[in-house]
């Protein structure tokens, strides 16, 4: 995604640097009489390269930023109408429209394409594996924090993996006050904490400020799919167990928050050995925490 939005918006700066200065080129390919419309496709060259610059600073993070990838894929296909409409009532010649198929029309399908994968990755849903990860092709692709894959952290000691909800669930905020015990109890255990949550790489540092908790960033959910994973259902999410262990954690003061990644997604807490899943408890709803003790069965 970032490399088609970084050339996306290299071809509408060129573009915009063509259309403010040489606007006759293509007032004269096109054939068009007149020269009011000079002014205008300078104005057009101007917009299009503030657009332009937006993509490019959206390009560093397309997910987080989607709102400049939409405002500039609605602007080229605004363009692609108009100009159609224009050549239909006969006010523009059909020749004059390889500009707009050049900066505007070619870009629209990727554009959307982009977007896609936006709306899947806040629905967590994977945009592009149709068939789920295998437990074991996942610890091979992901990744910690810390560059290592959770294979390889895997075969060299035990790993307790805790997949996260959205980190604005009331749950999520009572495990993460409870982190340093949970760290504890791995540690008596000889074994390594690691979490999985649904933001992109980096900004669960806005919720998770304990840089000693190895973490792993999954925002397609494709790693909690791997390891059996789904989606909640309503008793699940709003059954009477939630319901009464989410007021327990209100007056605890945990709170809510604003949804930070898939608010349908259930937990899950999952011991490694070698590579292999040797004891998992996937959460029966939302308010499930883990419980190490059963967890390494003792």
């Known amino acids: 995604m970032r490399g088609a939005l970084v050339l996306c918006s290299i071809v509408g700066l060129v573009f915009s640097v063509w259309a403010i200065c040489w606007p006759e080129v293509w007032i004269s390919s096109a054939g068009i009489a007149g020269g009011d419309y000079r002014e205008m496709w300078m104005t057009v060259g101007m917009l299009n390269g503030m657009l332009s610059i937006g993509l490019l600073l959206a390009s560093n993070n397309p997910i987080r930023h989607w709102p400049n990838v939409l405002v500039v894929a609605l602007a080229k296909t605004g363009a692609f109408i108009g100009f159609s409409w224009a050549v239909w009532r006969g006010v523009f010649p059909i020749q004059a429209g390889w500009a707009i198929l050049i900066n505007d029309v070619i870009w629209i399908p990727i554009l959307i394409k982009v977007l896609g994968a936006v709306a899947q990755t806040y629905l967590g849903q994977a945009p592009f594996r149709e068939q789920p990860y295998s437990i074991a092709e996942a610890l ?93 259902g309503f008793l699940e999410l709003f059954g009477p167990r939630v319901l009464l262990h989410g007021l327990l954690a209100l007056v605890k ?46």
């Open 140 to 232: 091979e692709v992901y990744e910690t924090n810390r560059g290592q894959s959770l294979k390889q952290l895997a075969s060299q000691e035990r790993v307790v993996v805790v997949f996260l909800r959205h980190f604005g669930c009331t749950f999520t905020r009572q495990l993460l006050r409870e982190l340093d015990q949970l760290s504890q109890e791995c540690e008596t255990h000889r074994a390594q904490l690691v979490l999985v949550h649904m933001l992109q790489n980096g900004q669960e540092r806005e919720y998770l400020s304990a840089e000693s908790v190895m973490r792993v960033s999954d925002p397609y959910c494709e790693l909690y799919r791997a390891f059996g994973l789904g989606k909640g």
């Open 253 to 298: 003061g945990c709170g809510v928050g604003h949804l930070a990644g898939d608010g349908l997604q259930m937990p899950g807490v999952f011991l490694l050995e070698r590579g292999q899943v040797v004891s998992q408890q996937k959460a029966r709803s939302i308010a499930e925490l883990p419980d190490m003790q059963k967890l390494f069965g003792r």
